[in-house]
């Protein structure tokens, strides 16, 4: 464990580019892994949730190679030949991996064996298990549905009409990525939109899927045994990583920072709504696509925060934001009250108790429900910050550079008790904190 203090900042200035979206990064190495030549992916998150999917991938055949510009090239496995892993599949901290590769693996005729570490050893995958086995999988999992869990594919697999029972852009993808091998129409009914990095690329890659609407809820449809082809990626910056900045530059004084390159897909960007909707002064700047997502710049700068209720309905778009909006709400004038986040219980961590407990270390008032976090906020008043014991993180990336920004409008400073972490999805923060706060 490495422990660090964060402590009270100068204005957050410059431009800084945050890395590679997490989850259109875990897609391309699967998707390009999967389809017949050669795909070249940029602008790839090098992070370590990442690498375990880049790992699983070659294990199952594919070859995928680095160059020295940080071109990443991969040549396809093809779908239908999987090779049969001869170690079990290590998906360190990363459910998303996981679950994602279970999909995979479920219509293929091949058994394989995942692991994870502690935190991903406690996470829920009856989840996944459960329409795949309908498909039909087999699965032997850990006491409650966890890992570690072996897997036995099915060749031919059952196409299956699914209806999400939570809003899981990881669900949805597992069924769909199973249904790529699987003759015939396979179908996955949204009644929330989650994140669709999976259908839009998809499409990219060549599959034949299609959207649809029924009652106000989302129709998804893919048409198995696919055929992808090679393309080219260029993964767009993430704005799970960029929310840190967002609410770091808005709660500093002063602050007045260019975060470029942040993808503003609309199942994700919910953070940069609700953070307006608080009175965060954020511009985007050069509106553009890349890699068929909508991309900006944005420019933030300090402004007092006011709290608000934030609209349940908006959760899917900014799910992993949460423990930053915490921090934000944490100095924001005013009370502000989040429901709907009972998703957020088996994250990494169980990320309502966990950030209740850091924040309150930290010295902010909150007070916590089944399903959320009321928060009243100091106005603007620094936090005290953490005094002897530093706030535990749990294995939990999003914590610990949540409450590193926490740290950043302290008195005393924020200890944190481990950020090891944070280098699953964003190993550059460090570095890019003390950049723009120079
Ligand atoms: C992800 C989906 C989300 C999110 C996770 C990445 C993805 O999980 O929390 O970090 O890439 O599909 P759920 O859709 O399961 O809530």
């Given at each position: 464990?490495?422990?660090?203090?964060?402590?009270?900042?100068?204005?957050?200035k410059?431009?800084?580019?945050?890395?590679?979206d997490?989850?259109i990064?875990?897609?391309s190495?699967?998707?390009?892994?999967?389809?017949?030549?050669?795909?070249?992916?940029?602008?790839?998150?090098?992070?370590?949730?990442?690498?375990a999917?880049?790992?699983?991938?070659?294990?199952?055949?594919?070859?995928?190679?680095?160059?020295?510009?940080?071109?990443w090239?991969?040549?396809?496995a093809g779908?239908?030949?999987l090779?049969?892993?001869?170690?079990?599949?290590?998906m360190?901290?990363?459910?998303?991996s996981?679950?994602?590769?279970?999909?995979?693996?479920a219509?293929?005729?091949?058994?394989?064996?995942?692991?994870?570490?502690?935190?991903?050893?406690?996470?829920?995958?009856?989840?996944?298990?459960?329409?795949?086995s309908q498909?039909?999988?087999?699965?032997?999992?850990?006491?409650?549905?966890?890992?570690?869990?072996?897997?036995?594919?099915?060749?031919p697999?059952?196409p299956?009409?699914?209806?999400?029972?939570?809003?899981?852009?990881?669900?949805?993808?597992?069924?769909?990525?199973?249904?790529?091998n699987?003759?015939?129409i396979?179908?996955?009914?949204?009644?929330?939109?989650?994140?669709?990095?999976t259908?839009?690329?998809?499409?990219?890659f060549?599959?034949q899927?299609?959207?649809?609407?029924?009652?106000?809820?989302r129709?998804?449809?893919?048409?198995?045994?696919?055929?992808l082809?090679?393309?080219?990626?260029?993964?767009?910056g993430?704005?799970?990583?960029?929310?840190?900045?967002?609410?770091?530059?808005?709660?500093?004084?002063g602050?007045?920072?260019v975060?470029?390159?942040?993808?503003l897909?609309?199942?994700?960007a919910?953070?940069?709504?609700?953070?307006?909707?608080?009175?965060?002064?954020?511009?985007?700047?050069?509106?553009?696509?890349?890699g068929?997502?909508?991309?900006?710049?944005?420019?933030v700068?300090?402004?007092?925060?006011?709290?608000?209720?934030v609209?349940?309905?908006?959760?899917?778009?900014?799910?992993?934001?949460?423990?930053?909006?915490?921090?934000?709400?944490?100095?924001?004038?005013?009370?502000?009250?989040?429901?709907?986040?009972?998703?957020?219980?088996?994250?990494?961590?169980?990320?309502?108790?966990?950030?209740?407990?850091?924040?309150?270390?930290?010295?902010?008032?909150?007070e916590?429900?089944?399903?959320?976090?009321?928060?009243?906020?100091?106005?603007?008043?620094p936090?005290?910050?953490?005094?002897g014991?530093?706030?535990?993180?749990h294995?939990?990336?999003?914590?610990a550079?949540?409450?590193?920004?926490?740290?950043?409008?302290?008195?005393?400073?924020?200890?944190v008790?481990?950020?090891?972490?944070?280098?699953?999805?964003?190993p550059?923060?460090?570095?890019?904190?003390?950049?723009?706060?120079r």
């Amino acid at each position: 464990m490495t422990s660090h203090t964060f402590t009270s900042s100068p204005p957050l200035k410059g431009r800084l580019t945050v890395p590679g979206d997490k989850s259109i990064s875990h897609r391309s190495l699967m998707f390009a892994g999967l389809a017949v030549g050669e795909s070249r992916i940029t602008g790839l998150l090098e992070g370590e949730d990442v690498l375990a999917t880049a790992a699983a991938m070659r294990k199952l055949g594919a070859d995928i190679e680095r160059l020295g510009d940080g071109t990443w090239v991969v040549y396809g496995a093809g779908l239908g030949s999987l090779l049969e892993p001869r170690t079990a599949l290590d998906m360190g901290n990363s459910g998303t991996s996981t679950r994602l590769m279970m999909g995979l693996l479920a219509s293929h005729a091949v058994s394989a064996t995942f692991v994870g570490d502690a935190s991903l050893s406690g996470r829920p995958m009856n989840r996944v298990i459960e329409p795949l086995s309908q498909m039909g999988a087999s699965f032997e999992a850990s006491s409650g549905g966890t890992l570690p869990c072996m897997v036995r594919g099915a060749f031919p697999a059952v196409p299956i009409t699914y209806r999400l029972p939570v809003a899981s852009a990881q669900v949805k993808s597992a069924v769909l990525i199973a249904g790529l091998n699987t003759p015939g129409i396979t179908t996955v009914i949204e009644p929330v939109a989650t994140r669709d990095h999976t259908e839009r690329m998809l499409t990219g890659f060549g599959a034949q899927l299609e959207i649809g609407e029924d009652k106000g809820e989302r129709v998804i449809t893919i048409h198995g045994e696919a055929d992808l082809t090679a393309m080219d990626v260029t993964v767009p910056g993430d704005p799970s990583s960029a929310a840190f900045f967002l609410v770091a530059a808005s709660i500093i004084p002063g602050s007045d920072l260019v975060v470029e390159n942040v993808g503003l897909n609309p199942t994700r960007a919910g953070i940069v709504t609700v953070l307006k909707q608080m009175g965060a002064d954020i511009e985007e700047l050069n509106a553009r696509e890349v890699g068929g997502e909508p991309v900006a710049d944005l420019r933030v700068r300090y402004a007092p925060l006011t709290g608000i209720d934030v609209d349940p309905a908006i959760v899917p778009s900014m799910v992993d934001e949460f423990p930053v909006l915490f921090v934000a709400a944490a100095l924001a004038k005013g009370t502000t009250r989040c429901t709907g986040l009972e998703e957020l219980r088996v994250k990494e961590s169980d990320r309502i108790a966990v950030m209740a407990a850091a924040l309150t270390a930290a010295g902010a008032r909150v007070e916590e429900q089944e399903d959320g976090l009321t928060i009243y906020g100091t106005g603007g008043e620094p936090l005290n910050g953490t005094s002897g014991e530093p706030v535990k993180t749990h294995l939990d990336h999003r914590i610990a550079m949540s409450m590193a920004v926490a740290g950043l409008t302290s008195k005393n400073g924020v200890e944190v008790d481990d950020t090891a972490p944070i280098a699953t999805s964003f190993p550059s923060f460090m570095e890019l904190l003390e950049g723009a706060s120079r």
